[in-house]
């Protein structure tokens, strides 16, 4: 199957800075989602992404289909954005609807 | 709230069981997935059914099984439980856009 890389694996931040997570797959892909994983497990959808720019609030990404990567910016961190980031791609060749998801990127956010 | 309910929370049970997980989807769609998070394998596609029939299969044991009923709800079967069966096991739905949902997940331990 595809494979898809996060990084980095782990991140540290000061409440009020910013960040980017970095999504890496290694084949096209017409679907990519980003989800946060919170402390009590729950998979929150943040973005649906196969292409273009999207902004939530603080939160925004980006996805280049054509160079296979995607970025999630989160600006002015809180420490409710503690959690595990998670990219998950559907890949166009298998024709599959099924998600293949990173090893995700842990944050933590320092009051 | 994504609209995507599971049964129970958490099960506790002895290797050797078998235990049913329960999943509904959000109103209107009519894929399901299940999706197994471990530890050491990560997030991993299970199977996938679509208006009550298979679509598609990942890695999923054969002591495994699922089905999706006429009123769009499905069920995991998991039987002769081992140790490593242990797991968060999600359940997602989706509709025409592909974009997915995911429930709570249930907390499958096994002692």
């Known amino acids: 199957g595809i494979q898809v890389e996060q990084s980095p694996p782990d991140l540290i931040l000061q409440e009020g800075a910013n960040s980017t997570l970095r999504c890496n797959f290694s084949d096209s892909v017409n679907n990519l989602q980003w989800f946060h994983q919170n402390p009590w497990g729950q998979l929150i959808n943040l973005f649906y992404i196969p292409s273009g720019t999207k902004q939530n609030g603080r939160l925004s990404a980006t996805t280049v289909a054509t160079e296979r990567y995607s970025l999630l910016y989160i600006s002015s961190s809180q420490t409710t954005d503690s959690g595990v980031y998670f990219c998950?791609?559907?890949?166009?060749?298998?024709?599959?609807?099924?998600?293949?998801f990173g090893t995700g990127t842990r944050l933590t956010v320092i009051p | 709230d994504s609209g995507v309910t599971q049964t129970p929370k958490h099960l506790i049970t002895a290797t050797g069981q078998r235990v049913t997980l329960r999943c509904s989807p959000r109103s209107g769609d009519l894929s399901v997935y299940w999706y197994q998070q471990s530890l050491d394998q990560g997030l991993q596609f299970l199977i996938q059914y679509y208006n009550g029939e298979e679509r598609a299969k990942g890695n999923i044991l054969e002591r495994f099984s699922a089905q999706q009923f006429p009123d769009l709800h499905s069920e995991l079967n998991l039987s002769s439980l081992e140790l490593g069966d242990s797991a968060l096991y999600f359940c997602a739905s989706s509709g025409l856009t592909y974009e997915q949902y995911f429930g709570p997940g249930t907390r499958l331990t096994v002692t």
């Open positions: 998950a791609v559907r890949q166009t060749q298998t024709g599959a609807n099924n998600l293949f």
